[in-house]
């Protein structure tokens, strides 16, 4: 299933290196999907002679180091979230060997009465080195490191990341649900310092059992688009795009690549968010509203350039950010933060 996305075919020339993938995918700042892009990856045929074979795969480049796995007791039937009232998580982190880890989802396939186990953003290089050079996307920037999710049947809490996502599917299926960054509002997020794992998730789309307390998500559900990988399949999620990810099957294998496929330099723009937080959040309405005309007019650029009226060569540091510009602004940052 396929609700209100854009389907390219793996062959499309648009995915053959990262600049054209950029400027012909990445700059319309929509989802898409692949369908079939990842199929002759290795580890996604291990996975279609069986689960165990896709375990064996792995297991033969298993570096040895110990990951923190999630497990999740029989009643929470994989829904990985906060207990009630936010006091903690329905789950337990425990260190394991990978070994051991993925014995445990094939122990689970046999037997649904025993805990789930999710072994997630899994850094490819660090544990599964062997196996890097085999599962490299052309679309995907040199260095960007391949992540595993790795797991029993699980529904991880609607989430957004800082970076662009290609996501393939490998094993088993995945559902996603996605929301667009302007939903924020309606989706309640939840706190951004006390984390599932590592982003702020939606508590609206994680309530099965308390529609009433979250009013505004009828608006966000309307707008929400759906779609169904099967292996080999793929998905582009541009930054900041709200998803729920479901994976169906009893086993299933995930792999995704993070990057800021924008980026002049290397500060996050999550940072100049959180920056903004503290310096902006808590002043009063016309103060803010004052900063939010500046803010666009610098940052936004409703009207193009902030100082296109000026010759090109006396715009200062603005006249060319990705050049010399960034790099003057961040020293001017640095020195204000250091007091001087």
């Keep these: 299933m396929t609700q209100g996305l854009r389907e390219w075919s793996a062959q499309d020339p648009a995915l053959s290196d990262p600049a054209r993938f950029r400027e012909t995918v990445a700059m319309a700042g929509e989802p898409v999907v692949i369908r079939g892009y990842a ?28 990951p923190q796995v999630m497990l999740g007791d029989p009643a929470i039937d994989g829904r990985y979230f906060y207990r009630d009232g936010l006091d903690g998580f329905n789950f337990e982190r425990v260190e394991m060997g990978i070994g051991e880890a993925l014995q445990r989802m094939l122990d689970r396939v046999a037997d649904p009465a025993l805990p789930s186990a999710y072994l997630g953003s899994l850094v490819a290089p660090a544990y599964l080195p062997g196996m890097v050079a085999q599962h490299q996307p052309a679309l995907v920037p040199q260095g960007v490191a391949m992540r595993l999710w790795i797991g029993n049947a699980s529904y991880v809490a609607c989430h957004y990341d800082a970076y662009e996502n290609f996501a393939c599917v ?18 309640y997020v939840g706190p951004i310092d006390f984390t599932l794992a590592g982003q702020p998730v939606s508590m609206a789309a994680g309530d099965r059992d308390h529609p009433e307390r979250y009013p505004r998500f009828a608006r966000a559900e309307s707008r929400k688009r759906v779609v169904d990988l099967e292996p080999g399949d793929a998905l582009y999620l541009p930054k900041l795009w709200w998803h729920q990810v479901e994976a169906t099957a009893p086993f299933n294998i995930m792999a995704n690549f993070w990057w800021d496929a924008f980026a002049i330099g290397p500060d996050a723009p999550m940072l100049a968010m959180l920056f903004a937080m503290i310096t902006l959040g808590e002043r009063p309405q016309a103060d803010r509203e004052a900063f ?26 603005l006249r060319d950010l990705a050049g010399g510009g960034y790099g003057q602004i961040r020293a001017m940052i640095m020195r204000a933060l250091r007091g001087q």
């Design 39 to 66: 199929q002759d990856w290795p580890l996604g045929r291990a996975a279609q002679i069986s689960d165990l074979a896709a375990c064996d795969y792995l297991r033969r480049h298993d570096s040895g180091k110990r």
């Design 292 to 317: 939010r005309a500046y803010f666009d007019h610098f940052v936004f650029r409703p009207n193009g350039h902030p100082l296109a009226h000026l010759p090109e060569e006396k715009r200062g540091v």
């Design 170 to 187: 490998l094993a088993g299926r995945r559902r996603f649900t996605l929301y667009p960054p302007d939903a924020i509002g309606d989706l």
